[in-house]
């Protein structure tokens, strides 16, 4: 007796390393129950409260964004070409006039595009007022780690501004209210939106109180030639090697979304520190390309991230693909090497290295014992059949419309696409009051 069975289906091998034909994957409890060769007459007499005909399809670990803003969602279309600096003159002023109402929906809106897009996990940057998203990720079913958006530099706009101490007790209070919520499925990281944004007093703090708990703790980092430039200004060196010298701060609980600009002295510093990493290809291709092949070698954990919708979606099939590219023009084509960051490892990256970066490396592989977050994939369509090596397919053809089923947990919450935790047509209803309001901007 199990909870799901998905018959006669092709699995994902761990690690990437290539597909297995005609398999049963039993899920039970919330981990895989097991994965075996399909047998249609012991498949016929297995109990299971839920059956999912596997066949064309390839199941496969969730994906998992490590990096996005919920907060944005409503920005989607509001960014691209816009002069700089885009940070002070359109997501400052946006995130500061955000009202409970707003992000209850920004929240509905990300959950939906990331069930439909496969997207299982998540961690969400820093935003506000989030708990009405806590309140609605907790009934979307998905895995999420949250945070609240920590700065406390002067002359922010009222609404968002905050000292030392209220940032600290703000993200000590999300912690207290949802750490571990949703059966365990919701964490809450403590966060530095960027260096520029907070003092050495709330980055002190904000370390001590996430070591107290042995929360991870986010920050943006080394994203822009400008804040790299403030490093060196204000501190005299670079930004991992200033978060180096106050000593609390990093550890392998820290993730460094986007880390573009990194020395040799702080590529070092993550490798000793254990820090994580993840790229965001999309919002990374307006400022610099990661050396991706370089910090693997050396061994530094590297995950995806979509940005929030602002920034191209939160399609991560698109910046799995987007990110091949520019892996292959930046760094293969200059040494003459086709597979300097190989499709494997790119699906790697948005699934199982995801799950280590959020401190879950008991999932992102489809194998007995691994925790039940999942997907499965449609591989009989016009895009995708036929394909002589599936993995490369998945990174060069696959969108998110391909995604039928979800499993996070344990539990059904996409079934051939339609979501079962979420009302979708009444979440897009609500957005259209949102939309007249954006035609109206423009008219
Ligand atoms: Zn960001």
Redesign the pocket.
């Given at each position: 007796m199990v909870d799901i069975v998905i018959e006669n289906v092709s699995v994902l091998m761990p690690h990437a390393e290539g597909v297995a034909r005609h398999r049963t994957v039993g899920i039970a409890e919330g981990k895989i129950a097991f994965v075996r060769d399909a047998d249609a007459e012991a498949d016929a007499v297995l109990e299971a409260a839920t059956r999912i005909d596997g066949t064309h399809k390839l199941v496969m670990p969730g994906l998992v964004d490590c990096?996005t803003?919920t907060g944005q969602q409503l920005l989607r279309g509001r960014v691209l070409d816009e002069l700089p600096m885009i940070w002070t003159r359109i997501m400052l002023p946006f995130e500061s006039t955000l009202t409970p109402e707003l992000m209850r929906l920004s929240a509905k809106l990300s959950a939906l595009e990331m069930i439909k897009n496969g997207t299982a996990a998540f961690a969400d940057?820093g935003s506000y007022f989030m708990d009405e998203a806590a309140t609605v990720y907790e009934q979307a079913g998905l895995r999420g780690v949250l945070s609240v958006s920590t700065m406390d530099q002067p002359g922010l706009p009222a609404s968002i501004a905050m000292t030392c101490d209220e940032a600290v007790a703000a993200a000590d209070g999300l912690y207290d209210r949802w750490n571990g919520a949703a059966e365990g499925r919701l964490h809450v990281a403590y966060a530095l939106r960027a260096l520029m944004s907070c003092s050495e007093e709330l980055i002190r703090k904000t370390a001590d109180h996430a070591n107290e708990r042995g929360a991870l703790l986010q920050a943006?980092m080394n994203e822009y030639a400008a804040e790299v430039n403030y490093s060196l200004q204000n501190q005299g060196v670079r930004p991992f090697e200033y978060l180096e010298r106050l000593g609390n701060v990093l550890s392998e609980r820290f993730l460094g979304?986007h880390c573009l600009m990194l020395s040799e002295v702080e590529k070092n510093i993550l490798v000793e520190r254990g820090v994580k990493v993840c790229h965001?290809p999309f919002s990374n291709c307006a400022k610099a390309t990661p050396e991706t092949p370089s910090l693997r070698s050396r061994g530094v954990v590297e995950g995806l991230g979509s940005?929030?919708a602002a920034h191209g979606g939160l399609s991560l099939w698109a910046e799995m693909r987007l990110f091949r590219s520019i892996m292959n023009v930046e760094h293969g084509v200059p040494i003459a090497d086709p597979a300097v960051m190989p499709a494997r490892a790119i699906v790697n990256m948005a699934t199982e290295n995801g799950y280590v970066f959020l401190g879950e490396p008991d999932a992102g592989r489809i194998e007995p014992g691994a925790v039940a977050d999942l997907i499965t994939v449609d591989l009989r369509n016009a895009g995708m059949y036929p394909s002589g090596n599936v993995v490369n397919t998945l990174v060069e053809c696959t969108t998110g419309s391909d995604v039928r089923d979800m499993v996070v947990d344990g539990r059904l919450i996409m079934a051939d696409r339609r979501v079962l935790t979420l009302d979708e047509d009444a979440i897009l209803a609500e957005a259209d009051e949102y939309q007249a309001y954006l035609d109206d901007l423009n008219a």
């Open positions: 990096h803003h940057a943006h979304a965001c940005d929030g």
